[in-house]
C-alpha cells in the first residue's frame, strides 16, 4: 500500500481559511454580476400615456447591483428538439463575495453578467436555479441555466 497523506488546511495557524481564499479569489474576478427579482417591477420615467401610448416603462427590482464576480460554463449543454426548434441549455455557475446583508437569492430571479473575456455572456440572461452553500462558504455560488437564445 501507498503511504496517504493529507494536504495541509489552507490555514496552517487555525486562521480563517474562508477568508484567505476568498483574498486569492477576489484576484480571479474579471466582471461584474447584477440579480433581477422579475416578479418585481419598477416604474422608470413617466407614466404610461393613454392619449400618446408613451410612457410606463418598467424595469425588473434589482437585488444584487454591480458585484464583482467570475463566471463559469459546467456541464455540457442539454439539447433537445421541439416543435421542430432545437433549444440549447446551458448551466452557468457565477460566484461573488458573500455579504451579512446579502438579500436571499430565489430560483426564478434573473441574472446580468458584464465583463470578462466572452462578450457573448453580457448579451445573455441567466435564470437562477439555486444560490446556496456551506457554513464555511468563502463565495456565493449562484446556479443558473441560460437558453442561449437571446443574443
Known amino acids: 500500500m501507498?503511504?496517504?497523506?493529507?494536504?495541509?488546511p489552507p490555514s496552517a495557524?487555525?486562521?480563517?481559511?474562508s477568508a484567505e481564499i476568498?483574498?486569492?479569489v477576489r484576484q480571479e474576478f474579471?466582471?461584474?454580476?447584477?440579480?433581477?427579482?422579475?416578479?418585481?417591477?419598477v416604474p422608470v420615467g413617466d407614466p404610461y400615456d393613454p392619449e400618446?401610448?408613451?410612457g410606463g416603462e418598467t424595469t425588473f427590482?434589482?437585488?444584487?447591483?454591480?458585484?464583482?464576480?467570475?463566471?463559469q460554463q459546467f456541464q455540457l449543454p442539454l439539447e433537445r428538439a421541439a416543435s421542430g426548434q432545437w433549444i440549447t441549455k446551458r448551466r452557468y455557475r457565477f460566484q461573488c463575495e458573500i455579504k451579512?446583508?446579502?438579500?436571499?437569492?430565489?430560483?426564478?430571479?434573473?441574472?446580468?453578467w458584464s465583463g470578462g473575456k466572452d462578450p457573448v455572456l453580457s448579451k445573455l440572461t441567466f435564470t437562477v436555479l439555486a444560490a446556496?452553500?456551506?457554513?464555511?462558504?468563502?463565495?456565493?455560488?449562484?446556479?443558473?441555466?441560460?437558453?442561449?437564445?437571446?443574443?
Request: glycine share 10%; net charge negative; with cysteine.
Open 30 to 41: 474579471n466582471g461584474e454580476l447584477t440579480l433581477l427579482d422579475p416578479s418585481v417591477a
Open 61 to 71: 427590482a434589482t437585488v444584487i447591483a454591480a458585484r464583482p464576480g467570475r463566471a
Open 132 to 151: 446556496t452553500n456551506s457554513s464555511h462558504a468563502a463565495l456565493r455560488t449562484i446556479l443558473c441555466s441560460t437558453e442561449g437564445d437571446d443574443v
Open 52 to 54: 400618446t401610448g408613451l
Open 13 to 17: 495557524d487555525g486562521g480563517d481559511w
Open 100 to 112: 451579512a446583508d446579502d438579500p436571499l437569492i430565489e430560483k426564478g430571479m434573473l441574472l446580468k
Open 2 to 8: 501507498f503511504p496517504v497523506s493529507l494536504p495541509p
Open 22 to 24: 476568498l483574498d486569492e
